[in-house]
């Protein structure tokens, strides 16, 4: 829950003028989610400045209604993101699941309702600093997980999973690589129990205080496909490194 309209536009700016000074065209797929309020700001900014420079740049949004429409006053449906531009919505937040009380059913039915509306949900899965130290966070992942699979094969490959460490967020320290490449990999495991091996891998991609002073190393691990950015992400220098990282 950041940003202005003033604010908006000076970060957007100086990203895409960031960008526009690489080789063309960039590799990296790039998505920003700002707040609801701003979709339509952003949109605006993007195909303002549309050049085959920018076309990495997609919409997404940071939440989504399990509702189509209807009497759900302050809920925001699928159809009215698609009707925004976005391409992209986050689901299950951990942030949604502290405050909003929001449960692993409900997330599945996001994301279900999501793929639905030609979205793609980035699913978020992460312990606790209490569920780590307890030894449960695998476990704690797998509960989270089960009501996704349980859908079946094609929900699962038209998600993007993140995994982001509770505590770690607004930490400063991202995990270990090893502790990134167990739970990447655990992750992995369960999907592919239902999905098999065959077809394109699902992405999973990594969200926990990621600063660009660590991007490169966490991009050379293997088990990453990416990363979910918070408070680097509204500094364009810091935001334009991390980019630049996973090239």
Request: glycine residues 8%; proline residues 4%; hydrophobic residues 45%.
């Amino acid at each position: 829950m950041n940003g202005s309209i003033q604010a908006n536009h000076s970060l957007m700016l100086s990203i895409l003028d960031g960008i526009s000074l690489w080789s063309l065209p960039i590799k990296q797929e790039v998505v920003v989610c700002p707040p609801f309020p701003y979709l339509q700001q952003i949109r605006d900014i993007l195909a303002l400045e549309a050049e085959e420079a920018f076309d990495p740049i997609s919409l997404g949004a940071q939440d989504l209604s399990v509702y189509e429409n209807g009497a759900h006053t302050g809920d925001v449906s699928a159809q009215m993101l698609t009707d925004l531009g976005c391409k992209w919505v986050i689901v299950g937040h951990s942030e949604r699941k502290a405050t909003h009380f929001e449960t692993a059913a409900s997330v599945a039915d996001k994301a279900r309702i999501a793929v639905a509306a030609g979205l793609t949900p980035i699913v978020c899965l992460g312990e606790s600093k209490e569920m780590r130290e307890a030894g449960q966070a695998l476990h704690n992942i797998d509960i989270q997980l089960q009501p996704i699979l349980e859908v079946g094969p094609d929900l699962i490959r038209s998600c993007v999973f993140a995994y982001e460490p509770i505590w770690a967020i607004g930490s400063g320290s991202i995990a270990t690589s090893e502790q990134i490449f167990e739970m990447h990999s655990h992750i992995r495991r369960q999907i592919q129990s239902v999905t098999g091996q065959e077809g394109s891998p699902v992405r999973i991609i990594y969200g926990g205080s990621v600063k660009a002073d660590q991007a490169r190393e966490l991009f050379s691990l293997d088990c990453v496909d990416g990363a979910l950015v918070g408070g680097a992400s509204l500094d364009a220098e810091e935001f334009l490194s991390i980019i630049d990282a996973a090239s």
